[in-house]
């Protein structure tokens, strides 16, 4: 028996080729082309959208008989076109939907095939009833055979013969089929129209119908099949028959469902695609195949007029700029099946640019040849405005506008990579005296002062002098060339003058650093900031001061070198290494009256490993700013209590110890429970105890540092406060702080030494100090007559090489021996 097959593609073909057993498989692309034959035969025809229109075939079957007599499948894409051809009229016809599934289309064939067979039978008059039981028993198709008008009047299945493939597809037995009705079976959204289209059969309205049904199983899923219903004569039956040949698409259907669902995905997607998806050829004008309606939205032009570069083609929208890079990339991705993925501008209809992200890949053939590239293009105009929103807002100063530490950071980069060794400079200006302002007025006030300072320097900025604002209350003016220092120092003293302009009324001075240099390397970075703050805070002068601007030399490597040598000795120290490196000595204070040693004061010493002695005005600093006074602290008040202690064992246990203490430690809120906790540890009473501060701590957090200090003075330690004279405090503010004792610096008791005794003010502060109820103690007595002054003026005590050199443990007990001793009293009562 012959298949032919009209108008299918090459794989469709192959399908049809391996689903036809031994039948010979004819293709035709025309129908003039056919010989016609009595031999029976199948036409399988594709009536979707590449084959015939439903017309064209309606003509061709109304005029040709072949087409009446024999069995057709109509191969369709869209399943409304089965409407095209009533089952009245065409009841020979079957439809099969794409696409094409091997065992579906195989089993199909076959039916027909076996029903052509039986036909062919019938008509040469061989053994019906062996035909229909070898039909019945083998036939892979659910077959079902009653008389019409059992059917039609009892609506039953019980006078039904039913094959054993209905019974796999109803998942019933044959018993168990024949105690049901048609209702009981059919699933009731198909039972309607089942019954329907069975009564117009049975009245003769129809030859046959074929639909899709559901029949449901005893578990109650549901099996979708395709049933054909049609008459049959059969000579040794006297009544007519009616067949229904039952197909089970199930995996059809779930395919078409599937199919459905992903192409109602895909509209929904394209539909709310912030851009388009598309199609083109691989050439350099991306000659568009498919654009999907969101063209318009995005480039202003609709898919019309890019689809075969009808108007302009897309390259024509890609900026110019863009054009070559893009065609590069997908040249280097595409032999490498690579995804592309690039962000680049366009130029819109109305003449706008737009950001665009476009991710896309090449489709491939079998052989691996690029036939297409398709892919996506969205609109990323809003993000792209958001990042250099973030971009300008990383990389500028909300305050002056100018560009901050960052983009610094990033041109010294820059320039490292550029390998350049053209002379080459940084200035920075260092106005940290600026917060001053912020603590005397307000924190607008000073920043109303930078931006006003700001302003005036991007007078100065060039393309030679590019400005940044690195940190609060610094510039930085990046030198791309100049031709020797004096032209450097010009221009500083052009900053000079313009800060002059705005400062002079505040009162406050500024400090310039300059850094030359060549070649940069991008790890050195961190290092040439640092060594420029360095070289600004060294230029840092008062209002008063001869203004100057400092280059970093060989000099101030050496002095930041000494002080990382000395950060990391008493980094040691805190840690508990170094034992004996930092130590105390003891200096003497003396009661001017009773001439006897009344207490000690313990001065920090520390001894360096490779340094050397090093001076407490050194490493004191750098301990405080590197917060490494607050471990120190303590072992320095450890080793204080110590002494102390072995005082009262030798019997001097009315003698005080005054200790110096640092704002750093004295502001942690640990501080006041530790003391207590190690002074019970060691057996030291707090009368016995002074703590001397610098006037200098009250410059910040004034209320704070006053209320620690009445705690401490309600505690009973003694409090004294040092230097007095040179720094913050005045007398008008010495009244409200808590303390029991002033120190007079050693800058007044020096002045003793070549002033009148009436040109001398120290007797006044003496006198002033009395009356606001503390006790006053003169530093660095040297000679006779500074002491007899003092003693003469009612100074309380007083101590300096004129009594003794601070002096270890050993020695200060020696003087304690072999010097007078008596109970020290700081309370002025």
């Not at 049904?213 to 009544?239: C, F, L, M, N, Q």
């Not at 075969?308 to 863009?322: D, F, G, R, T, V």
């Amino acid at each position: 028996m012959r298949i032919s097959v009209f108008k299918l593609n090459e794989v469709e073909l192959s399908i049809v080729r391996q689903c036809s057993g031994e039948s010979v498989v004819v293709p035709y692309s025309r129908f003039e082309d056919v010989v016609e034959t009595e031999e029976p035969q199948i036409y399988v025809i594709n009536a979707g959208f590449s084959g015939f229109s439903h017309q064209y075939l309606k003509e061709q079957f109304a005029h040709n008989t072949s087409f009446q007599k024999n069995q057709i499948i109509l191969i369709v894409d869209d399943p409304d076109l089965e409407d095209c051809f009533s089952s009245d009229t065409w009841s020979n016809i079957d439809f099969y939907r794409r696409p094409l599934i091997g065992n579906s289309l195989k089993v199909r064939i076959s039916f027909h095939l076996q029903l052509m067979r039986a036909r062919t039978c019938a008509q040469e008059k061989v053994e019906q009833a062996t035909l229909i039981e070898a039909i019945l028993s083998q036939s892979p198709v659910g077959i079902m055979l009653t008389h019409d008008e059992i059917a039609a009047a009892e609506n039953c299945l019980e006078h039904f013969t039913i094959n054993p493939m209905v019974e796999e597809i109803m998942g019933r037995s044959k018993e168990e089929i024949k105690l049901l009705s048609i209702a009981d079976v059919t699933h009731p959204d198909d039972l309607q129209s089942d019954l329907d289209n069975l009564h117009r059969l049975n009245a003769g309205e129809i030859d046959g119908y074929a639909m899709d049904k559901r029949y449901i199983r005893p578990d109650g899923t549901a099996i979708w099949v395709h049933i054909v219903v049609a008459p049959i004569s059969i000579p040794s039956e006297e009544r007519p028959l009616q067949i229904c040949y039952i197909f089970d698409v199930s995996e059809r259907k779930k395919l078409e469902i599937a199919l459905m669902e992903s192409e109602r995905s895909k509209s929904v997607l394209l539909s709310h695609l912030p851009g388009m998806a598309y199609r083109c050829e691989v050439d350099p004008q991306w000659t568009m195949r498919f654009v999907s309606a969101g063209c318009i939205g995005l480039t202003g032009y609709s898919p019309e007029d890019l689809i075969n570069n009808n108007k302009l083609s897309y390259n024509q929208i890609i900026a110019p700029e863009y054009r070559t890079k893009l065609w590069k990339e997908w040249e280097r991705i595409l032999p490498k099946k690579r995804l592309f993925k690039d962000e680049y501008e366009i130029i819109t209809a109305d003449g706008s640019r737009k950001w665009v992200m476009e991710a896309a890949q090449g489709i491939y053939d079998t052989d691996g040849k690029v036939e297409a590239l398709e892919g996506i293009i969205l609109d990323i105009t809003d993000r792209k405005k958001i990042e250099q929103e973030l971009v300008y807002y990383n990389e500028h100063d909300q305050w002056t506008g100018l560009n901050n530490r960052r983009a610094f950071e990033s041109l010294l980069r820059l320039e490292s990579r550029s390998r350049s060794k053209t002379k080459r400079a940084i200035i920075g200006i260092n106005l940290s005296t600026l917060h001053s302002l912020s603590t005397t007025y307000e924190f607008d006030y000073a920043q109303k002062v930078v931006h006003k300072i700001s302003e005036e320097f991007k007078r100065l900025s060039d393309d030679n002098h590019e400005l940044f604002n690195t940190y609060v209350n610094r510039f930085v003016f990046f030198v791309r060339t100049y031709e020797d220092k004096q032209e450097l120092v010009s221009f500083c003293k052009e900053v000079s003058r313009r800060l002059k302009s705005i400062l002079t009324i505040e009162r406050i001075g500024w400090g310039i650093g300059i850094i030359e240099f060549g070649s940069i390397h991008a790890r050195g970075i961190n290092k040439l900031l640092r060594n420029l703050l360095v070289a600004s805070e060294k230029s840092l002068t008062g209002f008063e001061d001869d203004m100057d601007c400092f280059f970093f030399d060989e000099q101030m490597e050496l002095e930041i070198e000494r002080e990382k040598e000395i950060i990391l000795e008493l980094s040691e120290i805190a840690a508990g290494q170094g034992k004996g490196r930092l130590y105390l000595q003891f200096q003497p204070i003396v009661d001017i009256k009773t001439d006897a040693i009344c207490g000690f004061e313990a001065l920090a010493r520390l001894q360096s490993k490779k340094l050397g002695m090093i001076s407490p005005m050194e490493f004191i600093p750098i301990a405080e700013k590197t917060k490494l006074m607050i471990p120190l602290g303590w072992k320095i008040l450890q080793q204080a209590f110590q002494f102390h202690k072995r005082l009262c064992r030798n019997g001097f246990d009315f003698i005080s110890i005054s200790i110096n203490i640092s704002p750093v430690q004295l502001l942690r809120k640990e501080f006041l429970p530790n003391l207590m906790s190690m002074m019970e540890k060691v057996g030291v009473t707090p009368h016995l105890v002074s703590f001397e501060i610098t006037e200098s701590i009250f410059s910040s957090n004034y209320q704070e540092v006053n209320k620690i200090l009445g705690q401490l003075k309600d505690l009973g330690f003694q409090i004294a406060l040092d230097d007095f004279g040179t720094g913050y405090s005045s007398f008008a503010r010495e009244r409200e702080l808590n303390i029991n004792c002033l120190k007079i610096d050693k800058y007044f008791i020096d002045k003793l030494m070549y002033l009148e005794e009436h040109e001398a003010i120290t007797g006044d502060i003496i006198s002033m100090v009395h009356r606001l109820g503390y006790c006053v103690v003169a530093e660095g007595v040297e000679h006779e007559k500074q002491r007899d002054y003092l003693k003469k003026h009612g100074c309380d005590k007083i101590q300096g090489y004129l009594i003794s050199k601070p002096v270890d443990e050993e020695t200060a007990i020696e003087l304690l021996s072999g010097y007078k001793a008596m109970k020290c009293d700081c309370q002025m009562e």
